[in-house]
């Protein structure tokens, strides 16, 4: 959940500071959409380019919101599975839209409910948060049965009698710590409060030089961990 977002939203922070030296200003693809307390805002906050274009050339086209109730959940379906075949021609890809679609209108249909506006934005967040890492699964692996064959071992109906690797093997210090890091980074940091308090010191000098100094370390940092580390490709390039 966390490498495809810092490696999909790294690589187009990457183009746009590159188009920028160029002259030339790209929106913003990302904004923060672990942030999010629907997956309706998800997709608003996730690959903003893609959903921008499936808005303006298939949902528009197809009369949006402009007809009725049932033409705007229908036209909402088209989208997602349009968007999952978009992604891959497999089966496990229009599962995963069809999660999605099938979530965005759920919400369209209680959004204006008593019960879901009085429900906390915690509860909303969290649950968002499972619906989507579940569904990123879909996403991740090659076909179905490979999904399958992880929903069984995840819900135990499926179980290895020897298991050569404990949990602690794979999450040791290095792990969990970045971890905490990718989880700040994604939701912490997208907050107005500190954004706003951000601006305000770096506007002063001292904020200003502490900022460029912590630029420069991550910078060096980063050089560091390419230069030991092995190849790492661009995963969302498949899709």
Not at 71 to 97: D, E, K, M, P, S
Not at 129 to 157: A, D, P
Not at 232 to 238: A, D, G, R
């Amino acid at each position: 959940m966390l490498q495809i977002y810092y490696d999909f939203s790294g690589y187009s922070d990457i183009a746009i500071g590159l188009a920028r030296l160029l002259g030339f200003e790209f929106k913003e693809n990302f904004s923060f959409p672990y942030r999010s307390v629907s997956i309706s805002e998800f997709w608003r906050r996730w690959h903003i380019s893609l959903g921008t274009w499936f808005r303006e050339y298939i949902y528009i086209p197809l009369g949006g919101s402009r007809n009725g109730r049932f033409q705007t959940l229908r036209n909402l379906a088209v989208v997602f599975i349009t968007t999952g075949i978009w992604h891959g021609a497999g089966w496990n890809y229009i599962i995963w839209g069809g999660i999605n679609g099938f979530c965005v209108i759920f919400e369209r249909i209680i959004r204006d409910k008593k019960l879901y506006h009085i429900l906390p934005d915690m509860v909303k967040w969290i649950t968002t948060m499972g619906i989507t890492l579940f569904s990123w699964q879909f996403f991740r692996f090659q076909n179905i049965t490979e999904v399958w064959n992880w929903m069984k071992v995840m819900f135990g109906v499926f179980q290895f009698d020897i298991i050569p690797y404990s949990w602690q093997y794979y999450f040791d210090m290095k792990i969990v710590t970045l971890i905490v890091i990718g989880i700040f980074g994604s939701t912490l940091f997208g907050s107005e409060k500190i954004g706003d308090l951000s601006q305000k010191i770096f506007l002063s000098e001292v904020g200003f030089i502490v900022k460029e100094l912590c630029l420069l370390i991550l910078f060096i940092m980063s050089i560091l961990f390419m230069v030991n580390s092995t190849y790492s490709p661009f995963i969302y390039f498949q899709y």
